[in-house]
């Protein structure tokens, strides 16, 4: 099993938040732990960013895990949007980051396709056991992009508030099948 969370409630919430390290509150991680109890994983992954981190940490404090960092986890990079409301921006340039994230990153940002690259050689090398991974809502549409096929359209179908947890059975080999088991909001 693949589980995919979402980090718990920023600080500062209704930012654009890549790169910037803002602390979680203690709600959200105390709500991410609640989500993950019952899990039964034997590795614990997260970002490097505190959010994430801080999370990922008191998870496997409860399960007796600890947990492995790989920045490849981290949230799409907003360049010189990041850490700022999506209501301060040029609203035709935000338009046209949304429609194609690829032929219209942020100003000195990410690309999509650098996401679902980053994103696919961590999944990649996740250990061949149940796994935990505390991440953020663009990273985990881009795992599912990776694992099931979606379109990047198709991502965004998913409902993923803070503290999502995303639960797939993966049948590796050449062929890899990936069910969808869960998705708890």
Request: proline fraction near 8%.
């Amino acid at each position: 099993m693949l589980y995919l969370m979402r980090h718990g409630a920023p600080v500062r919430e209704g930012l654009l938040l890549g790169r910037t390290d803002d602390p979680v509150t203690e709600a959200g991680v105390a709500a991410c732990v609640q989500r993950a109890a019952g899990l039964e994983v034997a590795a614990i992954v997260s970002s490097d960013l505190m959010r994430t981190r801080d999370c990922a940490t008191a998870i496997g404090s409860a399960q007796g895990i600890d947990h492995n960092v790989d920045r490849r986890w981290r949230e799409l990079d907003f360049g010189a949007w990041d850490g700022l409301r999506p209501a301060d921006l040029d609203p035709a340039a935000f338009a046209r980051f949304h429609d194609d994230p690829d032929a219209a990153p942020p100003p000195d940002g990410e690309r999509w396709s650098s996401l679902l690259d980053r994103v696919g050689n961590a999944v990649a090398i996740l250990p061949p056991v149940p796994t935990l991974v505390v991440t953020h809502g663009g990273a985990i549409r881009a795992a599912l992009a990776d694992l099931c096929g979606f379109d990047r359209r198709q991502t965004l179908a998913f409902d993923l508030p803070y503290a999502a947890l995303v639960s797939l059975r993966i049948w590796p080999g050449p062929d890899r099948t990936v069910q969808i088991v869960r998705l708890a909001t």
